[in-house]
């Protein structure tokens, strides 16, 4: 069983940036493929971003929302079992409830099997 946590939300100026992090255990992080999806007042989840556990001589893959490429990266260090989101250029509709997501099939549409209980990110105008 996976737990993940994910930490770094919080309010911030239109414009601004956060770093989210999300820190894994209880199962091998770097055979595992994940992502952060967010979920907005009144709306449903939805994906955000993804990335690959090591997949031959291809590093990783990464795969963006359209709504947040080029102001999100997803990265991940193996060695601290974390995965980060680099949020730059926040607008106010990014604000939502930011959820860490890991499973073990990579592909679009992402569907992760263990999900973090969120945490916040409140962009102000």
């Known amino acids: 069983q996976v737990q993940l946590a994910e930490s770094g939300g919080g309010l911030v100026q239109a414009g601004g940036s956060l770093r989210l992090s999300c820190a894994t255990s209880?199962?091998?992080?770097?055979?595992?493929?994940m992502g952060w999806f967010r979920q907005a007042p009144g709306k449903e989840r939805e994906f955000v971003a993804s990335?690959?556990?090591?997949?031959?001589?291809?590093?990783?893959?990464?795969d963006y929302a359209d709504s947040v490429k080029g102001r999100f990266t997803i990265s991940r260090d193996n060695a601290k079992n974390t995965v980060l989101l680099q949020m730059n250029s926040l607008k106010p509709e990014d604000t939502a409830v930011y959820y860490c997501?890991?499973?073990?099939?990579?592909?679009?549409?992402?569907?992760?099997?263990?999900w973090g209980k969120g945490t916040l990110v409140t962009v102000s105008s």
């Open positions: 997501a890991a499973g073990r099939r990579y592909g679009q549409p992402f569907i992760p099997e263990y």
């Open positions: 209880g199962g091998t992080f770097s055979s595992y493929n």
């Open positions: 990335i690959s556990s090591r997949s031959g001589l291809v590093l990783y893959y990464a």
